[in-house]
């Protein structure tokens, strides 16, 4: 600020969600006081973490695998797309981004020995859509952040959506946000921005993934709207794989019914079965995971007009397939009210959901004939109407290992910085390339604080230390 302007915040939060919690409370340990912008006008934020099904994994690998293995993992799983300094700094911190939150009191326990399951936020309750679940361990864990934080003395405003940032003079920062019909600005020596990625923003969809991206199922909260990226873009922060989306297929009955969403996934009948449009032509995907799906089908022109057929075998094996611990489709699809047509031959099928039989017939036969598929010829034959889901979006601003914020010739923007789904880097590749968004938040809301930590500190002053953690995670 100016001589005789009020004295600036140390760092201003853009997003109360879980990096962003993590920041807080991680630099009110190393002697910084936050100030956290939070759109959700409840406690414990409108965010995704809240509704996620609590899994903390690295690529679907434990946490506590030894970081050159979770390092060589984050390669493959993206084919080699993700930032290699970060991942090599989220390889190198997961572990210990776990021991943090044990010693905040998060409670985490396995929910199986499936390596993506050995780090589960407990209690281990289904996810049912947006539905605020108090004793789900998932809420849990953003409230006792939430009392941590604000225990430690932290300002934490709900209500306040933020919607401009701009250079305040002597690198410093100024941001605007609303707050109860005002217009208010914060001057700080940092901001983070960790206010999630851009997945309930209809516009910023149709520019970045495709024009009809809208009509997907929004598999979230509907807070993240893009705003701290729009903000740091407009700045001229570079911007990393924003075509980038994560999601899973799931009934079309579940733009009308949230108890079909975020399970049962129908990933696999998908994938396995036939996928065919309105008039029954086929859907040729060269997807091998719903990830893939997602993003080739909300590039389509018609998002909403998809069907999945596949046979009793396919019901049997793959609808049943359950290696997380979810709701699947058989049978939980039609207890749960979805609509599922069956007949004793596809030309029955067709008749039943008002398609040209030639056409669902030919559309089977190819897929039949395709090499490594399995024919198609087990009665009863299904048909099931299906949408792609957007969990999240995968892209964001460039940053570098400390979450600092990179400008179009990967230069840092002072006093800048980015955590979880506003950021990009990490996730992406030709097969999807999911790498974990609850570790990721925590890892990179740590590394974050603790960066802030280093350029806002004044000298001298010491950190304070981390209560260490008794627990341990309990082995199945």
């Known amino acids: 600020m100016g001589e005789g302007?009020?004295?600036?915040?140390?760092?201003?939060?853009?997003?109360?969600?879980?990096?962003?919690?993590?920041?807080?409370?991680?630099?009110?340990?190393?002697?910084v006081k936050p100030v956290v912008l939070e759109r959700g006008e409840a406690e414990g934020g409108a965010n995704n973490a809240r509704i996620s099904g609590g899994l903390l994994h690295v690529a679907m690998a434990a946490m506590d695998e030894k970081p050159e293995a979770l390092y060589r993992r984050l390669i493959e799983e993206t084919d080699g797309e993700i930032d290699p300094a970060l991942a090599r700094v989220y390889a190198d911190n997961a572990g210990r981004a776990t021991d943090?939150?044990?010693g905040e009191g998060v409670e985490i326990t396995p929910k199986s020995q499936v390596p993506c399951q050995r780090f589960a936020l407990y209690p281990h309750e289904i996810a049912i859509a947006r539905r605020i679940v108090p004793t789900r361990g998932p809420d849990r864990a953003m409230m006792t952040l939430y009392r941590a934080v604000r225990g430690g003395g932290a300002e934490v405003i709900l209500g306040a959506s933020a919607e401009g940032l701009r250079p305040a003079g002597a690198g410093d920062w100024?941001?605007?946000?609303?707050?109860?019909?005002?217009?208010?600005?914060?001057?700080?020596?940092?901001?983070l921005v960790a206010d999630g990625g851009f997945q309930g923003n209809p516009e910023m969809l149709m520019r970045y993934v495709g024009p009809n991206a809208p009509q997907c199922l929004l598999r979230a909260m509907p807070s993240s709207t893009g705003a701290g990226l729009r903000m740091l873009l407009a700045v001229g922060a570079k911007a990393v794989g924003l075509g980038r989306i994560y999601g899973h297929m799931v009934s079309a009955d579940a733009l009308t019914n949230d108890t079909l969403w975020p399970y049962p996934s129908v990933d696999k009948l998908c994938l396995q079965g036939v996928?065919?449009?309105?008039?029954?032509?086929?859907?040729?995907?060269?997807?091998?995971?719903?990830?893939r799906l997602v993003t080739e089908l909300a590039r389509t022109e018609d998002p909403r007009g998809y069907r999945a057929i596949f046979d009793e075998e396919l019901w049997r094996t793959a609808g049943r397939d359950n290696p997380y611990g979810t709701p699947v489709p058989n049978p939980d699809l039609a207890a749960r009210g979805g609509t599922l047509v069956s007949a004793g031959s596809i030309l029955e099928v067709a008749r039943a959901v008002g398609v040209e039989a030639g056409r669902l017939e030919r559309a089977v036969a190819d897929h039949s004939a395709e090499p490594g598929r399995v024919a198609m010829e087990t009665p009863p034959f299904y048909a099931m109407p299906v949408i792609p889901g957007i969990t999240f979006t995968m892209g964001g601003v460039k940053i570098g290992p400390g979450g600092g914020v990179l400008d179009e010739m990967d230069r840092?923007?002072?006093?800048?910085f980015g955590a979880g789904s506003a950021t990009g880097g990490l996730h992406g590749g030709p097969r999807g390339g999911y790498?974990?968004?609850?570790?990721?938040?925590?890892?990179?809301?740590?590394?974050?604080?603790?960066?802030?930590?280093?350029?806002?500190r004044?000298?001298?002053?010491?950190?304070?230390?981390?209560?260490?953690?008794?627990?341990?995670?309990?082995r199945a």
């Open 275 to 291: 996928l065919v449009d309105r008039q029954g032509g086929r859907f040729v995907t060269r997807a091998s995971d719903g990830v």
């Open 458 to 474: 004044p000298a001298g002053r010491r950190a304070v230390s981390p209560a260490r953690s008794r627990r341990r995670s309990k």
């Open 435 to 456: 790498v974990g968004g609850l570790a990721a938040a925590v890892t990179f809301g740590l590394l974050a604080a603790e960066a802030i930590a280093r350029s806002v």
């Open 174 to 191: 100024t941001i605007t946000y609303r707050s109860g019909g005002r217009l208010l600005e914060r001057t700080a020596k940092a901001v």
């Open 100 to 102: 943090w939150l044990f």
């Open 412 to 416: 840092p923007i002072a006093g800048l």
């Open 5 to 31: 302007g009020p004295v600036a915040d140390a760092c201003v939060i853009v997003g109360g969600g879980l990096a962003g919690m993590a920041a807080a409370r991680r630099l009110q340990q190393l002697g």
